[in-house]
T-cell receptor
Framework: DQQVKQNSPSLSVQEGRISILNCDYTNSMFDYFLWYKKYPAEGPTFLISISSIKDKNEDGRFTVFLNKSAKHLSLHIVPSQPGDSAVYFCAANFFGNEKLTFGTGTRLTIIP | SQTIHQWPATLVQPVGSPLSLECTVEGTSNPNLYWYRQAAGRGLQLLFYSVGIGQISSEVPQNLSASRPQDRQFILSSKKLLLSDSGFYLC???????????FGPGTRLTVT
Protein backbone atom coordinates (compact mmCIF):
# COMPACT_ATOMS: atom_id res chain seq x y z
CA ASP A 1 0.00 0.00 0.00
CA GLN A 2 1.63 3.18 -1.23
CA GLN A 3 0.70 5.75 1.40
CA VAL A 4 2.60 8.57 -0.28
CA LYS A 5 2.23 8.93 -4.03
CA GLN A 6 3.96 11.04 -6.61
CA ASN A 7 1.97 10.33 -9.72
CA SER A 8 4.22 12.17 -12.15
CA PRO A 9 7.47 10.27 -12.70
CA SER A 10 8.92 13.16 -14.67
CA LEU A 11 8.41 16.85 -15.36
CA SER A 12 10.12 19.25 -17.76
CA VAL A 13 10.03 23.01 -17.18
CA GLN A 14 11.58 25.94 -18.99
CA GLU A 15 14.28 27.81 -17.10
CA GLY A 16 12.85 30.82 -15.29
CA ARG A 17 9.32 29.41 -15.12
CA ILE A 18 7.57 27.84 -12.16
CA SER A 19 8.04 24.14 -11.37
CA ILE A 20 5.19 22.47 -9.48
CA LEU A 21 5.73 19.02 -8.04
CA ASN A 22 2.78 17.19 -6.54
CA CYS A 23 2.35 14.59 -3.85
CA ASP A 24 -0.73 12.82 -2.46
CA TYR A 25 -1.06 10.83 0.71
CA THR A 26 -3.63 8.47 2.15
CA ASN A 27 -2.74 8.13 5.84
CA SER A 28 -4.68 10.66 7.93
CA MET A 29 -2.19 10.23 10.77
CA PHE A 30 0.56 12.03 8.86
CA ASP A 31 1.23 15.39 10.47
CA TYR A 32 4.56 16.42 8.99
CA PHE A 33 5.68 16.51 5.38
CA LEU A 34 9.09 16.95 3.81
CA TRP A 35 10.65 17.40 0.40
CA TYR A 36 14.05 16.06 -0.58
CA LYS A 37 16.14 16.70 -3.66
CA LYS A 38 18.44 14.03 -5.05
CA TYR A 39 21.15 14.22 -7.66
CA PRO A 40 22.41 10.99 -9.29
CA ALA A 41 24.92 9.06 -7.19
CA GLU A 42 24.39 11.35 -4.19
CA GLY A 43 22.33 11.15 -1.03
CA PRO A 44 19.03 13.05 -0.88
CA THR A 45 19.22 16.58 0.51
CA PHE A 46 16.51 17.92 2.78
CA LEU A 47 14.83 20.91 1.12
CA ILE A 48 11.81 22.11 3.02
CA SER A 49 9.10 20.81 5.32
CA ILE A 50 5.66 21.70 6.59
CA SER A 51 3.66 20.82 9.64
CA SER A 52 -0.01 19.93 9.33
CA ILE A 53 -0.93 22.98 11.39
CA LYS A 54 0.18 25.17 8.48
CA ASP A 55 -0.90 25.34 4.88
CA LYS A 56 2.16 27.06 3.47
CA ASN A 57 5.88 27.27 4.16
CA GLU A 58 8.33 29.31 2.17
CA ASP A 59 12.11 29.24 1.93
CA GLY A 60 13.65 31.36 -0.78
CA ARG A 61 12.63 30.00 -4.17
CA PHE A 62 10.89 27.01 -2.60
CA THR A 63 7.34 27.00 -1.27
CA VAL A 64 5.41 24.00 -0.03
CA PHE A 65 1.62 24.05 0.09
CA LEU A 66 -0.47 21.61 2.09
CA ASN A 67 -4.15 20.89 1.49
CA LYS A 68 -5.18 18.60 4.32
CA SER A 69 -8.76 18.09 3.16
CA ALA A 70 -7.48 16.84 -0.20
CA LYS A 71 -4.49 15.05 1.36
CA HIS A 72 -2.31 16.81 -1.15
CA LEU A 73 0.91 18.77 -1.00
CA SER A 74 2.91 20.53 -3.65
CA LEU A 75 6.36 22.04 -4.00
CA HIS A 76 6.70 25.22 -6.03
CA ILE A 77 10.08 26.33 -7.32
CA VAL A 78 10.20 29.88 -8.65
CA PRO A 79 12.10 30.72 -10.75
CA SER A 80 13.38 27.35 -11.92
CA GLN A 81 17.11 27.10 -12.52
CA PRO A 82 19.23 24.47 -14.31
CA GLY A 83 20.65 23.32 -10.97
CA ASP A 84 17.14 22.35 -9.92
CA SER A 85 17.25 19.40 -12.32
CA ALA A 86 17.10 16.41 -9.98
CA VAL A 87 14.74 13.81 -8.55
CA TYR A 88 12.42 15.18 -5.89
CA PHE A 89 10.96 12.96 -3.18
CA CYS A 90 8.15 13.88 -0.86
CA ALA A 91 7.98 12.18 2.51
CA ALA A 92 5.59 12.08 5.43
CA ASN A 93 5.59 11.12 9.07
CA PHE A 94 3.50 11.37 12.22
CA PHE A 95 4.35 12.03 15.84
CA GLY A 96 5.94 9.08 17.59
CA ASN A 97 6.80 7.23 14.38
CA GLU A 98 10.47 6.51 13.78
CA LYS A 99 10.21 6.20 10.01
CA LEU A 100 9.61 8.48 7.06
CA THR A 101 7.32 7.25 4.30
CA PHE A 102 8.68 8.32 0.93
CA GLY A 103 7.00 8.78 -2.40
CA THR A 104 8.52 7.24 -5.50
CA GLY A 105 10.02 10.50 -6.76
CA THR A 106 9.58 12.92 -9.65
CA ARG A 107 12.43 13.65 -12.02
CA LEU A 108 12.51 17.38 -12.75
CA THR A 109 14.36 18.57 -15.83
CA ILE A 110 14.91 22.29 -16.32
CA ILE A 111 15.28 23.20 -19.97
CA PRO A 112 17.70 26.10 -20.61
CA SER B 1 27.75 20.88 12.79
CA GLN B 2 26.74 17.33 12.08
CA THR B 3 28.29 15.25 9.32
CA ILE B 4 27.64 11.73 8.13
CA HIS B 5 30.19 9.51 6.45
CA GLN B 6 29.77 6.37 4.43
CA TRP B 7 32.39 4.08 2.98
CA PRO B 8 33.30 2.78 0.64
CA ALA B 9 31.87 5.07 -2.02
CA THR B 10 31.78 2.30 -4.61
CA LEU B 11 32.13 -1.44 -4.35
CA VAL B 12 32.13 -4.29 -6.85
CA GLN B 13 31.70 -7.71 -5.31
CA PRO B 14 31.15 -11.20 -6.73
CA VAL B 15 28.03 -13.17 -5.96
CA GLY B 16 28.44 -15.15 -2.75
CA SER B 17 31.01 -12.82 -1.20
CA PRO B 18 30.45 -11.05 2.14
CA LEU B 19 29.58 -7.37 2.54
CA SER B 20 30.26 -4.73 5.14
CA LEU B 21 29.23 -1.11 4.67
CA GLU B 22 29.92 1.40 7.38
CA CYS B 23 28.25 4.64 8.35
CA THR B 24 29.34 7.06 11.04
CA VAL B 25 27.80 10.30 12.25
CA GLU B 26 29.68 13.16 13.87
CA GLY B 27 28.47 16.12 15.88
CA THR B 28 25.42 14.58 17.49
CA SER B 29 24.57 12.09 20.21
CA ASN B 30 21.99 9.31 20.37
CA PRO B 31 20.84 9.72 16.78
CA ASN B 32 18.32 7.46 15.13
CA LEU B 33 20.10 5.71 12.27
CA TYR B 34 18.72 4.31 9.03
CA TRP B 35 19.82 2.17 6.08
CA TYR B 36 18.05 2.62 2.75
CA ARG B 37 18.55 1.09 -0.67
CA GLN B 38 17.73 2.65 -4.00
CA ALA B 39 17.64 0.14 -6.84
CA ALA B 40 18.21 1.45 -10.35
CA GLY B 41 15.34 3.72 -11.37
CA ARG B 42 13.44 3.06 -8.18
CA GLY B 43 12.53 4.91 -5.00
CA LEU B 44 14.00 4.70 -1.51
CA GLN B 45 13.47 1.44 0.33
CA LEU B 46 14.00 1.44 4.09
CA LEU B 47 16.02 -1.61 5.11
CA PHE B 48 16.84 -1.14 8.80
CA TYR B 49 16.66 1.48 11.48
CA SER B 50 18.06 1.82 14.97
CA VAL B 51 17.04 3.98 17.92
CA GLY B 52 19.97 2.97 20.10
CA ILE B 53 23.09 0.83 20.50
CA GLY B 54 22.28 -2.79 19.76
CA GLN B 55 18.67 -2.00 18.80
CA ILE B 56 17.88 -2.91 15.20
CA SER B 57 14.52 -2.96 13.46
CA SER B 58 14.27 -4.75 10.14
CA GLU B 59 11.82 -3.52 7.54
CA VAL B 60 12.37 -6.02 4.76
CA PRO B 61 13.33 -9.67 5.32
CA GLN B 62 16.24 -10.34 3.01
CA ASN B 63 19.85 -11.27 2.65
CA LEU B 64 21.13 -8.35 4.71
CA SER B 65 21.65 -7.55 8.39
CA ALA B 66 22.55 -4.45 10.35
CA SER B 67 24.37 -3.73 13.57
CA ARG B 68 25.00 -0.70 15.74
CA PRO B 69 28.07 -1.40 17.84
CA GLN B 70 28.54 2.23 18.91
CA ASP B 71 26.24 5.21 19.34
CA ARG B 72 27.16 6.85 16.05
CA GLN B 73 28.16 3.81 13.99
CA PHE B 74 25.83 1.77 11.82
CA ILE B 75 26.97 -1.24 9.79
CA LEU B 76 25.20 -3.06 6.99
CA SER B 77 26.33 -6.63 6.35
CA SER B 78 25.71 -9.71 4.31
CA LYS B 79 27.26 -13.16 4.55
CA LYS B 80 26.64 -14.00 0.88
CA LEU B 81 25.72 -11.38 -1.68
CA LEU B 82 23.09 -11.97 -4.35
CA LEU B 83 22.83 -10.24 -7.72
CA SER B 84 19.66 -8.58 -6.46
CA ASP B 85 21.65 -6.84 -3.69
CA SER B 86 23.09 -4.44 -6.26
CA GLY B 87 22.01 -0.87 -5.68
CA PHE B 88 22.76 2.45 -4.08
CA TYR B 89 22.91 2.18 -0.28
CA LEU B 90 22.20 5.22 1.82
CA CYS B 91 22.68 5.83 5.51
CA UNK B 92 20.70 8.54 7.27
CA UNK B 93 20.41 9.98 10.76
CA UNK B 94 17.79 11.85 12.69
CA UNK B 95 17.64 13.65 16.02
CA UNK B 96 15.05 11.83 18.14
CA UNK B 97 11.90 13.91 18.36
CA UNK B 98 12.52 15.67 15.07
CA UNK B 99 11.18 14.57 11.72
CA UNK B 100 14.01 15.49 9.34
CA UNK B 101 16.42 12.78 8.28
CA UNK B 102 19.83 13.65 6.86
CA PHE B 103 21.50 11.38 4.37
CA GLY B 104 25.06 10.34 3.73
CA PRO B 105 26.71 10.36 0.30
CA GLY B 106 25.83 6.73 -0.41
CA THR B 107 27.64 3.57 -1.51
CA ARG B 108 27.20 2.17 -5.01
CA LEU B 109 27.27 -1.62 -4.76
CA THR B 110 27.52 -3.76 -7.88
CA VAL B 111 27.28 -7.51 -7.44
CA THR B 112 28.70 -9.41 -10.41
Amino acid sequence: DQQVKQNSPSLSVQEGRISILNCDYTNSMFDYFLWYKKYPAEGPTFLISISSIKDKNEDGRFTVFLNKSAKHLSLHIVPSQPGDSAVYFCAANFFGNEKLTFGTGTRLTIIP
Amino acid sequence: SQTIHQWPATLVQPVGSPLSLECTVEGTSNPNLYWYRQAAGRGLQLLFYSVGIGQISSEVPQNLSASRPQDRQFILSSKKLLLSDSGFYLCAWRTPGRYEQYFGPGTRLTVT
